[in-house]
T-cell receptor, first 116, second 113 residues
Framework: DVKVTQSSRYLVKRTGEKVFLECVQDMDHENMFWYRQDPGLGLRLIYF???????EKGDIPEGYSVSREKKERFSLILESASTNQTSMYLC???????????????FGPGTRLTVL | AQTVTQSQPEMSVQEAETVTLSCTYDTSESDYYLFWYKQPPSRQMILVIRQEAYKQQNATENRFSVNFQKAAKSFSLKISDSQLGDAAMYFCALGGGADGLTFGKGTHLIIQP
């Protein structure tokens, strides 16, 4: 089975802190994604990566950055956390680099981030 | 831009009955895929069913089936013999183009015992 893990289930940070959310997948998938999930808004794509050191902006990249130094790991970085970044963050991966939109995505358990 | 609309924020069904969740979409792509994902309370999102747009036959997975109406851009999910474990948020998603999936806002499915 594909396993996607996220470093924390729950995280509480203060406004202005730098926050790192880590995601690891164990199935040699090429694509990795970060989403934000808010009630009534569904999932919105923040960033994605189709290869090591490659990254592309999604629909809502403002206030976020990402890093992918190794194939299995994709990090989401909040440079200076703000209260409007309080949300559930979901990481996902899929197998083929050229099938971003057609391949099944496998999700991690999510990190519920609260920024005070 | 692609859009996915789930018009039912919440649905309720009696255990053992059948329920249909609605999804409509819009895309300019000629080749695309449609997905239903399930997110149980406090658990990981998992794929329920997947449909290739070029296939006319509706996808089925055990008690889950879709009604894919390409001309109407409709992709509904039917759950037969509903079970308590089916209670979850259900998300419809569209994959086409270069940027990954576009998700709907979700339908919260409640199963009444």
């Amino acid at each position: 089975d594909v396993k996607v893990t996220q470093s924390s289930r729950y995280l509480v940070k203060r406004t202005g802190e730098k926050v790192f959310l880590e995601c690891v997948q164990d199935m040699d998938h090429e694509n990795m994604f970060w989403y934000r999930q808010d009630p009534g808004l569904g999932l919105r794509l923040i960033y994605f990566s189709y290869d090591v050191k490659m990254k592309e902006k999604g629909d809502i990249p403002e206030g976020y950055s990402v890093s992918r130094e190794k194939k299995e790991r994709f990090s989401l970085i909040l440079e200076s956390a703000s209260t409007n970044q309080t949300s559930m963050y979901l990481c996902a991966s899929s197998l083929y680099g050229l099938a971003l939109a057609t391949d099944t995505q496998y999700f991690g358990p999510g990190t519920r981030l609260t920024v005070l | 831009a692609q859009t996915v609309t789930q018009s039912q924020p919440e649905m309720s069904v009696q255990e053992a009955e059948t329920v249909t969740l609605s999804c409509t979409y819009d895309t300019s792509e000629s080749d695309y895929y449609l997905f239903w994902y399930k997110q149980p309370p406090s658990r990981q999102m998992i794929l329920v069913i997947r449909q290739e747009a070029y296939k006319q036959q509706n996808a089925t997975e055990n008690r889950f089936s879709v009604n894919f109406q390409k001309a109407a851009k409709s992709f509904s999910l039917k759950i037969s013999d509903s079970q308590l474990g089916d209670a979850a948020m259900y998300f419809c998603a569209l994959g086409g183009g270069a940027d990954g999936l576009t998700f709907g806002k979700g339908t919260h499915l409640i199963i009444q015992p």
